[in-house]
C-alpha cells in the first residue's frame, strides 16, 4: 500500500464519474502531451485553463514520454490541471523505467508522486520504443507489458488508484499485418470491418490476433482495470462493434471512445498510415480532395468529426475523448456543432500552433512524426 498519505487536494475517481447517472449533454474528457520548451509549457498551461473550463472538460490526460522521458514535466502538467480545479487521469508507461538499478522503482515512485499530489487517476500502458530506437524492448526484472502495472498498482496501492487502460477497436498495430492477394479475398465478415488500405496495401489485424487482443483485455480487467479508451478511429461502425466484442467477452465496464482531431492532411496521412487506421473510403476520397487547403482541412475536420461524434451519441455513448494534439480550434469546432458548447469556435486561439507543433515532442512515436509532419504545413 502506499506509504505517505495525500496532502493536497484529493481528485475523485473517473470511473465513479462515469458511473453516475449523466445529466444533460454529453461530457468530453481532453488528452494533452508535454512540450519540449519552457515556453511551450506556458503556452500549455494557459491552453489547459482555457479548454478544461469551456468545455466543462470530465477529466484530462496527460501523456508520459516513453522510458520516463517526460516523467517530472507529466506529472506536473497533471498536476497543474488538478489544482486547477480540474481531474488528472496521468499516463504511466512500466517499461524502462529504472532507478537506481531498480527497475521497478521508477513506476513506484512516479505513482507515489500522483498519490501525494492528490491525483488518483492513471492511464496504465506498457509504452513505447525509446526515442530513437525502432523497436520495442523489454528491461531485465521489469515489466513487460500494461497487464503487468495494472497488477502492480492493485498489489501496492489496492483503490487509491482508479486506473484506465488501452483498447484497439481494429486490433494493435504490431497484431496488424499486410494482406497478399488471396488473404484479401478470403476474408472473413469481421476481417472485412476492420481491414484497411494505405498505398495501396492492405491490412488487418487477422481474427485468430483480434481474440489475443480481446483475450488480453479482459485480462487487463479482470486484473483489476476500471475502464478502457480506444485508440484512435474514423469510423463509428468499428467502435460499435469493439464494444459488442467487448460484452461478448465478458468486458462490462465502460468503454470511452478516443477522437483524433483532423486538423491537417499531412499529418492525418502520416498518422493513419502509421496506426494502420482504418479510413472510410468516402473520407479518403474527401480529404485528398482538399489536400492543399488547410482551412478547409480543418472545416471538414469539425464537420466530419461531429458527423462521427453524434453517431457514437445516438449510440449511448456518455463522454467523448479527443486528442487534442495540443490544440483548440477543431475541439471547439466539433463541441460547437455538438451543442455541448456554444460560441467557442470564435474563441479559439492558435497563433502559437506552429511554435507548438516544432517544439512539441512527446514520447508515443506516432505522434512524434506527425509533428515534423504537420510543421511542413
Same mark, same amino acid.
Request: hydrophobic content about 40%.
Given at each position: 500500500m502506499c506509504s505517505a498519505t495525500a496532502t493536497n487536494a484529493v481528485d475523485p475517481k473517473i470511473i465513479d464519474l462515469l458511473n453516475k447517472d449523466p445529466e444533460g449533454l454529453a461530457h468530453v474528457s481532453l488528452e494533452y502531451f508535454p512540450p519540449r520548451t519552457e515556453q511551450g509549457v506556458k503556452n500549455l498551461h494557459a491552453r489547459m485553463e482555457r479548454m478544461l473550463t469551456n468545455t466543462k472538460c470530465l477529466y484530462t490526460d496527460m501523456t508520459w514520454g516513453a522510458g520516463g522521458s517526460t516523467a517530472e514535466l507529466s506529472l506536473e502538467l497533471a498536476l497543474h490541471a488538478q489544482k486547477t480545479g480540474h481531474v488528472s487521469n496521468l499516463h504511466l508507461t512500466c517499461t524502462n523505467m529504472e532507478k537506481d538499478g531498480?527497475?521497478? #522503482?521508477?513506476?513506484?515512485?512516479?505513482?507515489?508522486?500522483?498519490?501525494? &499530489?492528490?491525483?488518483?487517476?492513471?492511464?496504465?500502458? @506498457?509504452?513505447?520504443?525509446?526515442?530513437? $530506437?525502432? $523497436?520495442?524492448?523489454?528491461? #531485465?526484472?521489469?515489466?513487460?507489458?500494461?497487464?503487468?502495472?495494472?497488477? !502492480?498498482? @492493485?498489489?501496492?496501492? &489496492?483503490?487509491?488508484? &482508479?486506473?484506465?487502460?488501452?483498447?484497439?477497436?481494429?486490433?494493435?498495430?504490431n497484431r496488424i499485418s499486410e494482406l497478399t492477394e488471396d488473404e484479401v479475398k478470403s476474408m472473413s465478415e469481421s476481417e472485412l470491418s476492420r481491414c484497411c488500405t494505405h498505398d495501396g496495401i492492405a491490412y488487418v489485424c487477422k481474427d485468430d490476433d483480434?481474440? #489475443?487482443?480481446?483475450? !488480453?483485455?479482459?485480462?487487463?480487467?479482470?486484473?483489476?482495470?476500471?475502464?478502457?479508451?480506444?485508440?484512435?478511429?474514423?469510423?463509428?461502425?468499428?467502435?460499435?462493434?469493439?464494444?459488442?466484442?467487448?460484452?461478448?467477452?465478458?468486458?462490462?465496464?465502460?468503454?470511452?471512445?478516443?477522437?483524433?482531431?483532423?486538423?491537417?492532411?499531412?499529418?492525418?496521412?502520416?498518422?493513419?498510415?502509421?496506426?494502420?487506421?482504418?479510413?472510410?473510403?468516402?473520407?479518403?476520397?474527401?480529404?485528398?480532395?482538399?489536400?492543399?487547403?488547410?482551412?478547409?482541412?480543418?472545416?471538414?475536420?469539425?464537420?466530419?468529426?461531429?458527423?462521427?461524434? @453524434?453517431?457514437?451519441?445516438?449510440?449511448?455513448?456518455?463522454?467523448?475523448?479527443?486528442?487534442?494534439?495540443?490544440?483548440?480550434?477543431?475541439?471547439?469546432?466539433?463541441t460547437d456543432e455538438l451543442g455541448?458548447?456554444?460560441?467557442?469556435?470564435?474563441?479559439?486561439?492558435?497563433?502559437?500552433?506552429?511554435?507548438?507543433l516544432l517544439l512539441v515532442v512527446p514520447g508515443l512515436g506516432q505522434v512524434t512524426q506527425l509533428s515534423a509532419v504537420l510543421v511542413k504545413e
Open positions: 531498480d527497475p521497478i #522503482k521508477g513506476v513506484h515512485d512516479a505513482l507515489q508522486a500522483a498519490f501525494d &499530489g492528490g491525483i488518483r487517476n492513471i492511464v496504465a500502458l @506498457r509504452g513505447d520504443p525509446q526515442e530513437g $530506437e525502432n $523497436e520495442w524492448t523489454a528491461t #531485465k526484472g521489469g515489466f513487460t507489458c500494461a497487464l503487468d502495472l495494472v497488477k !502492480y498498482i @492493485r498489489k501496492e496501492f &489496492g483503490d487509491d488508484f &482508479g486506473v484506465s487502460v488501452a483498447g484497439y477497436p481494429e486490433g494493435h498495430p483480434y481474440k #489475443k487482443e480481446m483475450d !488480453y483485455l479482459k485480462e487487463k480487467v479482470d486484473a483489476g482495470a476500471d475502464f478502457i479508451i480506444t485508440q484512435m478511429f474514423f469510423d463509428a461502425e468499428v467502435f460499435k462493434i469493439f464494444v459488442e466484442d467487448c460484452r461478448t467477452w465478458g468486458i462490462n465496464c465502460p468503454v470511452v471512445p478516443g477522437l483524433m482531431c483532423i486538423n491537417a492532411y499531412p499529418g492525418f496521412k502520416k498518422m493513419t498510415k502509421f496506426c494502420k487506421t482504418r479510413v472510410p473510403k468516402a473520407l479518403e476520397e474527401k480529404m485528398d480532395s482538399m489536400k492543399d487547403d488547410a482551412d478547409a482541412i480543418k472545416k471538414f475536420g469539425v464537420e466530419y468529426g461531429a458527423e462521427v461524434c @453524434r453517431t457514437l451519441l445516438d449510440s449511448g455513448v456518455k463522454i467523448l475523448h479527443f486528442y487534442t494534439l495540443n490544440l483548440e480550434k477543431v475541439v471547439y469546432g466539433i455541448i458548447t456554444s460560441g467557442l469556435t470564435e474563441q479559439s486561439n492558435e497563433s502559437d500552433a506552429k511554435i507548438w
